[in-house]
T-cell receptor
């Protein structure tokens, strides 16, 4: 079954600390995509990254980095030198491809990150 | 380019009332989706429409109906609202077939409260 687990319900850090959000997934597919979305207090979903299952290179974008390890079925997200503006709920998601080239996304329960000044 | 537009943004209903959430996308996507978000549950799929003319149940379809009116529009109807349907609802759309990268494009959400 397709499943995404975000074991950390809430994380609280002080500004400038590094923080890692964990994501573990289960999939029957050999080709799949993994995603991270951010949901700030305003409520919209902000796309952060998409990773193809064939590309295990880590990715860095500014203070954000992602570590994808197929061997452990994990796709963890690290924020370096956290800032108050990083306070949000973060969702990890897994593609679930259907016949005909369609797909849906399976979401984890989300991790609420609070960054305090 | 508006992307995915949902209406209304906020709605308060009494138990037993009906309402329809509207969603439209202008990206020429084939697939559209309705998710609900509840605290601690992430986003759960209610219904999806892989292409115009088709709809399928997702993880939590009970109490909802959908209509894929045309390629652009996908509506979600609550026939007899219940307090358990208090939630934030997100509409999304995506490419399909050869252009499908797995990514869904989301609307801004609709907050529904059922008293």
């Amino acid at each position: 079954a397709q499943k995404v687990t975000q074991a950390q319900t809430e994380i609280s850090v002080v500004e400038k600390e590094d923080v890692t959000l964990d994501c573990v997934y289960e999939t029957r597919d050999t080709t799949y995509y993994l995603f991270w979305y951010k949901q700030p207090p305003s409520g919209e979903l902000v796309f952060l990254i998409r990773r193809n299952s064939f590309d295990e290179q880590n990715e860095i974008s500014g203070r954000y980095s992602w570590n994808f390890q197929k061997s452990t079925s994990s796709f963890n997200f690290t924020i370096t030198a956290s800032q108050v503006v990083d306070s949000a709920v973060y969702f990890c998601a897994l593609s679930d491809f259907l016949s005909g080239g369609y797909n849906k996304l399976i979401f984890g329960a989300g991790t609420r990150l609070a960054v305090h000044p | 380019n508006a992307g995915v537009t949902q209406t209304p943004k906020f709605q308060v209903l009494k138990t037993g009332q009906s309402m329809t959430l509207q969603c439209a996308q202008d990206m020429n996507h084939n697939s559209m989706y309705w998710y609900r978000q509840d605290p601690g549950m992430g986003l759960r799929l209610i219904y999806y429409s892989a292409s115009e003319g088709t709809t399928d149940k997702g993880e939590v379809p009970n109490g909802y109906n959908v209509s894929r009116l045309n390629k652009r529009e996908f509506s979600l109807r609550l026939e007899s609202a219940a307090p358990s349907q208090t939630s934030v609802y997100f509409c999304a759309s995506s490419y399909s077939g050869g252009m499908n990268t797995g990514e869904l494009f989301f609307g801004e959400g609709s907050r529904l409260t059922v008293l």
